[in-house]
């Protein structure tokens, strides 16, 4: 069966810091990664990742998929009170429509 | 990014009561759509697939006649939550891909149920 997992499942920080979170899955026929915030209502979507060492940036969030491994990463630099969220990963298959969310990594930004 | 809309946003009923649940494509053809359910504080659990035309494809464990999914054109699926319990009362989100598998999915706003 597949499955995502994600870790931690969650992180106090400081603004400022830098954050790193981890998604790692167990797929058959894997196509694509996604990584979504979800604040208080519906997921937004930030990444989507199907190739391995390629680096997806926006602004001070990146991220990188590793399929050897099964894993990818979230980094957050410089991090603000606004980056407080549920930050959720997903895997799609080559021969499903759907996504596979993981537990999510719940993320507090604190002044 | 393209624009998935779900109504009502907040609901409440009374047990025994049916609720449908809207989304809606606003800027794109959907064939297909998703439905989740969402506890506090849990991650996104798939429900259902909708598939326009035809019979929606139900995750494991998840009733099809309290669950009742219509997909009646390319830009609206409808999720009626029959004979709603209390524990019932959830976050449903509906989602949607503008396009094939190589395209990220995009959210309705969700729907909060609360059944008393």
């Known amino acids: 069966e597949d499955k995502v997992v994600q870790s931690p499942l969650s992180l106090v920080v400081h603004e400022g810091d830098t954050v790193t979170l981890n998604c790692s899955y167990e797929?058959?026929?894997?196509?694509?990664l996604l990584w979504y915030k979800q604040e208080k209502k519906a997921p937004t979507f930030l990444f989507m990742l199907t190739s391995s060492g390629i680096e997806k940036k926006s602004g001070r969030l990146s991220s990188i998929l590793d399929k050897k491994e099964l894993f990818s990463i979230l980094n957050i630099t410089a991090t603000q009170t606004g980056d407080s969220a549920v930050y959720l990963c997903?895997?799609?298959?080559?021969?499903?429509?759907?996504?596979?969310f993981g537990t999510g990594t719940r993320l507090q930004v604190f002044p | 990014g393209a624009v998935v809309s779900q109504h009502p946003s907040r609901v409440i009923c009374k047990s025994g009561t049916s609720v449908k649940i809207e989304c809606r494509s606003l800027d794109f053809q959907a064939t297909t759509m998703f439905w989740y359910r969402q506890f506090p504080k849990q991650s996104l659990m798939l429900m259902a697939t909708s598939n326009e035309g035809s019979k929606a494809t139900y995750e494991q464990g998840v009733e099809k006649d309290k669950f009742l999914i219509n997909h009646a054109s390319l830009t609206l699926s409808t999720l009626t939550v029959t004979s709603a319990h209390p524990e019932d009362s959830s976050f449903y989100i509906c989602?949607?891909?503008?396009?094939?598998?190589?395209?990220?999915?995009?959210f309705g706003q969700g729907t909060r149920l609360t059944v008393v």
């Open positions: 797929v058959t026929n894997f196509r694509s």
């Open positions: 989602s949607a891909r503008a396009g094939g598998r190589d395209t990220e999915a995009f």
């Open positions: 997903a895997e799609g298959g080559y021969n499903t429509d759907k996504l596979i």
